[in-house]
């Protein structure tokens, strides 16, 4: 069983700045795909970010309030640890954000693709 823990998240202005991690209680993480995901109060759960860990590719949501450009996700291989860099933060970001690995993730968007979930972190962002 992987457990993933989230930290990092709380009260910003907009245009600051938080960076989450993503914590996973397991051995290796070679073949997984981290994804980070947000909700809203009121809206579904959206996909922002993934990286594969093998490899390193990763991708970024694509719609019309698009977070690529802002926010960066990254992982650390020895710590099992992934990270989500948000910059210029806008009060529309404000949700919970989620990470979520996948041992078999072929499409990184879909939340189902997903094999475990950590609780979540606030992320407000104050106009």
């Known amino acids: 069983q992987v457990q993933l823990v989230e930290s990092g998240g709380g009260l910003v202005q907009a245009g600051g700045s938080l960076r989450l991690s993503c914590a996973a209680s397991v051995g290796t993480f070679r073949s997984y795909t981290m994804g980070w995901f947000r909700q809203a109060p009121g809206k579904e759960r959206e996909f922002v970010a993934a990286?594969?860990?093998?490899?390193?590719?990763?991708?970024?949501?694509d719609y019309s309030d698009s977070v690529k450009g802002r926010f960066s996700i990254s992982g650390d291989n020895a710590q099992n640890t992934a990270y989500l860099q948000m910059n210029s933060l806008k009060p529309e970001d404000t949700a919970i954000y989620y990470c979520a690995a996948g041992g078999k993730v072929a499409a990184v968007v879909h939340p189902g693709q997903y094999d475990y979930w950590g609780q979540g972190t606030q992320v407000t962002v104050s106009s």
């Open positions: 990286i594969r860990w093998s490899g390193g590719k990763t991708y970024y949501a």
